[in-house]
Structures are given as C-alpha cells and as structure tokens.
T-cell receptor, first 115, second 110 residues
Framework: DTEVTQTPKHLVMGMTNKKSLKCEQH?????MYWYKQKAKKPPELMFV???????INESVPSRFSPECPNSSLLNLHLHALQPEDSALYLC??????????????FGPGTRLTVL | EDQVTQSPEALRLQEGESSSLNCSYT??????LFWYRQDPGKGPEFLFT?????EEKEKERLKATLTKKESFLHITAPKPEDSATYLC???????????WGAGTKLIIKP
C-alpha cells in the first residue's frame, strides 16, 4: 500500500485564524516531508522529519509549525498566514531520510487559500 | 551547483504519436533520478527510480532511460489520459534533498 493521506483537501482561512493540516502514512516509512507548491512550479521543501525528529527546516517562517506525533502522523500548524502563503501543501514519506535513496511518495495535497 | 533542466516546457501530441521528454542534470555524484507524474491540483505520483547510466524501466506506455548527463521519458502511442505534468528530480551524494526540474506539461489530443 503506497498511500499517503492528507486532510483537509481544501482549506480557506483568514490571516488571524489558526488551523492545522494533517498527514498519515501506513507504509512503515521513517521519513516524512512537508512541501509547498505554487502553480506551475515544482514542489519546494519546507520540513523533513526523520525518526520523528525534525531534521531539516528550510528557513520556513515561524507561522508554519510542524509536528510529528508518531512515525505515521505529521501535522502542519498554521497561524497568522499571509495571502502569499496560498498554495498546494504536499506531504510525502520515504523509507529513510539521509544518505540513502530517497524515493518519496506523495499525498494528494491540501489546497490552502489565505484571505 | 546541482541542477535539473527539463525540456520541452510543454508538448502537445496527437493520440498515438510517440515522443520523448528530456531531463538534463548536473549533480555531484548521482544517487538516484526520479520521475513523477502530476495531475492538476493533485500530488505527484511516483513513476520510476533510475540509479545508474544504462538503466531502463518501463510501465505501460512509459519507458525511462538514464545516461550520465540526462534521462529520457519515452511515451509510446500515448492516450489522452496520459496528459499531465511530468516532473524529474535527482538526489546527489552530497545532499539527500531532491533537486526538482520545472516539469514538462504533456497534452495528448484525441
């Protein structure tokens, strides 16, 4: 089963709202990722969790706060976002992070609109 | 600097008209090259991993090949449902993050 699930599919929020994106995988993968994708651009890495610990933060603003409650779940907490944060947010997982091959499987994404 | 360039930016084909997409890369030691398919508004769907020059992989109408400088995604007798953006990404030995190309938008007309 090569499935990564994400909820919600769509999210509209105001700049003062607090919301969370959720991601789940049951492939036994030990690395999980958050990406941001703007229209007609490739995915842009935001965070990497390896064995439930944050290993990479690509200089993402603090209004994005990741959390990895366990090896199957990944959350992205959102607060005080800006309209330019509107994008498709993708979760992915892979067997390992680090210096091994990095075949990543993506979820369907959450389309976020910030008003 | 690690870099991936995909061409063409967009490709329009008639149904049944075979063609190839190109992914040129420069990386300090290739650990893996990955092909994904992405439909509008959805997450990328994994297609292939290639590890070394000369390697080939096939899936239905798609065949991916790899040389030391580039990869090709050959599409044979495409159908309208093959329309999508095809993304190429590489992973080098010095940095395990994926370096992505900008993608090729493939449109197959019936």
């Amino acid at each position: 089963d090569t499935e990564v699930t994400q909820t919600p599919k769509h999210l509209v929020m105001g700049m003062t709202n607090k919301k969370s994106l959720k991601c789940e995988q049951h492939m036994g993968h030990r690395a999980m990722y958050w990406y941001k994708q703007k229209a007609k651009k490739p995915p842009e890495l935001m965070f990497v969790y390896s064995y439930e610990k944050l290993s990479i933060n690509e200089s993402v603003p603090s209004r994005f706060s990741p959390e990895c409650p366990n090896s199957s779940l990944l959350n992205l907490h959102l607060h005080a976002l800006q309209p330019e944060d509107s994008a498709l947010y993708l979760c992915a997982s892979s067997q390992e992070a680090g210096l091994s091959y990095n075949e990543q499987f993506f979820g369907p994404g959450t389309r976020l609109t910030v008003l | 600097e690690d870099q991936v360039t995909q061409s063409p930016e967009a490709l329009r084909l008639q149904e049944g008209e075979s063609s190839s997409l190109n992914c040129s890369y420069t990386v300090s030691g290739l650990r893996g090259l990955f092909w994904y398919r992405q439909d509008p508004g959805k997450g990328p769907e994994f297609l292939f991993t290639l590890y070394s020059a000369g390697e080939e992989k096939e899936k239905e109408r798609l065949k991916a090949t790899l040389t030391k400088k580039e990869s090709f995604l050959h599409i044979t007798a495409p159908k309208p449902e093959d329309s999508a953006t095809y993304l190429c990404a590489v992973q080098g030995y010095s940095n395990y993050q994926l370096i992505w190309g900008a993608g090729t938008k493939l449109i197959i007309k019936p």
